[in-house]
Structures are given as structure tokens and as C-alpha cells.
């Protein structure tokens, strides 16, 4: 007997009991009641439903299955999702040396800046569009990304030590004057002072002077004339009002 008949079989012994009546009273009363016949039926039947459980077409369907959502749900699948590593990457740091093409920041939006020799691509990743040493300059949320160059490096650079940060290995004028404080000012300031004992830099500061002077001098006779010229202007319109008295 299949899995199916048998329930079939157990439903349909029941109802049948449920609708016989027996017993020796003239009312035709049931014994014990229809109730008690329906539940010992339905008791029986249990048993052949326990009975029919080795077949396997019944006891796949009686199978407890997976009762949390699967499809569009995050509530279990979060976890498994894949790491992004959004932000500055291990190649992207300050003193790292690069290759072209190589990805140096993963980011959404414009956070960060593509300087020299960096781009920004259509997913707002940065990369570098050659081999070099990445620098890194500017305050929070105005942070520019370059890549300098090897050959510029190797011949004019020097890196200070436990910061990545590359620093002139001369000094030059355009190079301006720097802060105390940090270990780049510091730096600067001391490779200033030197250049200025030095020949070109004697020439180049009292060449300085010179034009401060003249710029200076420039300035006094300019303010100087519109002084003058205000003072003709006042005593114009004083002598108009006196004629016209």
C-alpha cells in the first residue's frame, strides 16, 4: 500500500465511524459518543501514517526545510559578502614606490585629489600613470595624490627617515620659506640657512634686497602723488566756494 492510500484509507475509515451509529438503545445511541469513536479512528490512523514513513516520496514532503529568506534578505548573507577595502591602499601610502597603472586609492565620490602623475578614473579610483614614489600633500578633505618620478627621485630627492616624506636635496629661492615644528620644516630651514652662506645665495639675497627697496620706494612716491593730488583737489573746490561768494 502506498504512503498516499494509506492516508487516503485512514481519512476515509473516519468519516465512516463518525456517521455509523451502534449500540442496543432504542435512540440508536453511540457508544461513548461519535467523539470518542472519531478519536480512536483518528488515533489508527496516526499509526498508519507512522507506518508509511519508510516510503520516500511521503517522507520527503513531511521534511523540515529552511525557514529564513534567502533571496534579497541580509539578515545571514551579510557576512558573506565580498571586502571592498575602500580608503588609501597599502600601495597608496606615503613613501610607497609604484608601478604604472598600479591602484592607489578606492574611494566613492572625490575625497581624495588625482595630482602629476596620477589619474582618476570613471569610479573615482586613483592610479598611477607611472612608476615612481607616492607623495602626498594638502589638509584633511583637500588631500592630493602624485607620484614622483624615479629619475627625479633618484637625482635631486632625498626620503627623511620613518615618514616617506621626499625632501630637496639643494635648496632653491622658489622653493620659499618654511615653518619650524615639523621634521620637513626643520629640514628646510636648515638647508635654507646653509644656501644662504653660500656664493649664490649671498647674490640672490642682497639682489632681493635691492628690489624690495625699489618696489618700497616705488610705493611712497605713489601714495605720495595721490596725497598731493588729493590736497589740489580740496583747495580747488575751496577757492570755487570762495568766488562764488
Request: contains cysteine; aromatic residues 6%; glycine residues 12%.
Amino acid at each position: 500500500v502506498s504512503g498516499i492510500d494509506a492516508l487516503g484509507s485512514a481519512k476515509t475509515d473516519v468519516d465512516a465511524a463518525s456517521s455509523v451509529p451502534c449500540g442496543n438503545s432504542a435512540g440508536g445511541a453511540f457508544v461513548g459518543g461519535a467523539r470518542a469513536a472519531s478519536a480512536s479512528l483518528a488515533a489508527m490512523a496516526s499509526s498508519r501514517k507512522r507506518a508509511v514513513c519508510g516510503c520516500t516520496r511521503v517522507a520527503s514532503s513531511l521534511v523540515m526545510r529552511a525557514h529564513k529568506k534567502a533571496a534579497a534578505s541580509t539578515k545571514n548573507q551579510g557576512k558573506k559578502q565580498n571586502p571592498k577595502h575602500w580608503g588609501i591602499l597599502k600601495k597608496g601610502s606615503q613613501g610607497a614606490r609604484v608601478k604604472q597603472g598600479q591602484t592607489l586609492v578606492r574611494q566613492k565620490g572625490q575625497k581624495f585629489e588625482a595630482g602629476r602623475g596620477t589619474t582618476m578614473g570613471h569610479n573615482s579610483f586613483l592610479k598611477a600613470t607611472k612608476a615612481g614614489v607616492v607623495q602626498w600633500r594638502g589638509k584633511k578633505g583637500h588631500r592630493e595624490c602624485t607620484v614622483v618620478p624615479y629619475e627625479y627621485v633618484t637625482t635631486r630627492c632625498t626620503m627623511l627617515p620613518h615618514t616617506g616624506i621626499l625632501v630637496p636635496k639643494e635648496y632653491k629661492p622658489w622653493m620659499g620659506i618654511h615653518k619650524t615644528g615639523t621634521q620637513k620644516g626643520d629640514y628646510m630651514v636648515k638647508l635654507r640657512e646653509e644656501w644662504l652662506e653660500t656664493a649664490e645665495g649671498k647674490a640672490w639675497f642682497t639682489e632681493r634686497e635691492e628690489k624690495m627697496a625699489k618696489k618700497k620706494k616705488k610705493n611712497e612716491d605713489l601714495l605720495q602723488a595721490a596725497k598731493e593730488a588729493r590736497e589740489g583737489k580740496v583747495k580747488e573746490v575751496a577757492e570755487i566756494s570762495t568766488s562764488g561768494d
